[in-house]
């Protein structure tokens, strides 16, 4: 019977189909019975129930344990780099050219340092934070004492800056042959630059390429240093307030007035010898005072 194949006609397979769907002689729809489909129906309810509680569950497990304040992927950097303003780059290379006797170049190198010491105004920076902090110690803080579930971060103001703070020489030597250069150590968060001396880390320029032309250099704050109480830093969503300590470096050029410098933040620490990033722990910019 299997063997030969019938003919049959397009009514038969509709009224064969028909009779899938609906089968009265044994009470079943589409090859079963009702209380099956009931029974069946129930299965899968319960089975994507369970599906959404345990992906829910896991969602809920992630969550918990993720901390908002800290970076789940936190760069490979673990020491950080160093910058310095005006930041007029040619390439890779860090050229801090002017012209002393065209008041327009010098305006310009003039603007960017102005332009950068805005966060640190004294009066903004007495408002944002507002906090007494111990210089010359680590600030740690388990807590969030801050308002809004923050930490406190110290301020740092722009007189601190001294002649470099452009509040009373507004051209920050730029008319003159003696610049200023405003040097930033980058954020690490948890970094801590010294462990067991508790010294803070400093500034150290040399001068690599036309020692002739630098007559001298003074730094400020004194001796260049990063008040250790700027650290560790706990990330912007626990220090929304934080900004970074300065030093900055005021330069007294002579003869030619052109000079290779590298500045160093000196901390055991910092590393500064990175073939791949030569703005770990340093900066070498030239310097060229035109006339
Ligand atoms: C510097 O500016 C002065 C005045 O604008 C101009 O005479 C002089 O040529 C400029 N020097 C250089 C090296 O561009
Ligand atoms: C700091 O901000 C205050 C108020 O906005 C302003 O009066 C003052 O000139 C600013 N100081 C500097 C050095 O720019
Ligand atoms: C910080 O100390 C000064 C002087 O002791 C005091 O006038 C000021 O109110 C203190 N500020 C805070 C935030 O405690
Ligand atoms: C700032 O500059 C003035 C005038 O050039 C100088 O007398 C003074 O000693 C300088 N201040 C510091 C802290 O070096
Ligand atoms: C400081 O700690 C680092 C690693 O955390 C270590 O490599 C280094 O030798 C330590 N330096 C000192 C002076 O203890
Ligand atoms: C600054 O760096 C130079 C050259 O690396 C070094 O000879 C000098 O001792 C350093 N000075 C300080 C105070 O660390
Ligand atoms: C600056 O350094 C000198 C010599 O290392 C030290 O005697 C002096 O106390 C330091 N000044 C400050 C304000 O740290």
């Known amino acids: 019977m299997a063997t030969l194949k019938e003919k049959r006609t397009c009514g038969q397979r509709c009224e064969d189909f028909g009779h899938f769907i609906w089968n009265s002689d044994e009470g079943k729809f589409m090859g079963r019975t009702p209380i099956r489909w009931v029974y069946i129906s129930l299965y899968y309810v319960a ?107 110290c301020p740092f103001y722009q007189s601190a800056l001294g002649n470099c703070s452009g509040i009373s020489d507004p051209t920050f030597g730029y008319n003159t042959n003696q610049p200023c250069v405003i040097i930033k150590m980058n954020r690490v968060i948890h970094f801590m630059p010294n462990n067991g001396t508790g010294n803070a880390p400093y500034l150290n320029c040399t001068v690599l390429d036309g020692q002739d032309n630098v007559r001298g250099y003074e730094y400020y704050p004194v001796n260049g240093s990063f008040d250790l109480s700027y650290f560790p830093y706990y990330g912007k969503l626990a220090q929304p307030h934080y900004v970074n300590p300065l030093v900055a470096v005021k330069f007294d050029l002579v003869n030619q007035r052109h000079a290779v410098i590298q500045c160093r933040v000196m901390a055991n620490n910092i590393a500064y010898q990175n073939f791949y990033d030569p703005f770990e722990g340093k900066v070498i910019f030239h310097l060229n005072a035109l006339s």
């Open 47 to 153: 089975f994507y129930v369970v599906m959404t509680a345990l992906f829910s569950l896991a969602i809920y497990v992630l969550m918990y344990t993720l901390d908002p304040y800290t970076p789940d992927y936190q760069d490979r950097l673990k020491s950080p780099g160093v910058m310095a303003w005006p930041d007029t780059y040619n390439d890779e290379t860090l050229e801090i050219n002017y012209n002393m006797s065209d008041k327009k170049n010098w305006m310009k190198m003039s603007k960017i340092l102005k332009n950068f010491l805005e966060p640190y105004n004294d009066t903004k920076q007495a408002q944002c934070n507002y906090y007494n902090c111990t210089t010359g110690k680590y600030f740690v803080q388990h807590m969030f004492d801050a308002p809004k579930h923050t930490k406190w971060s």
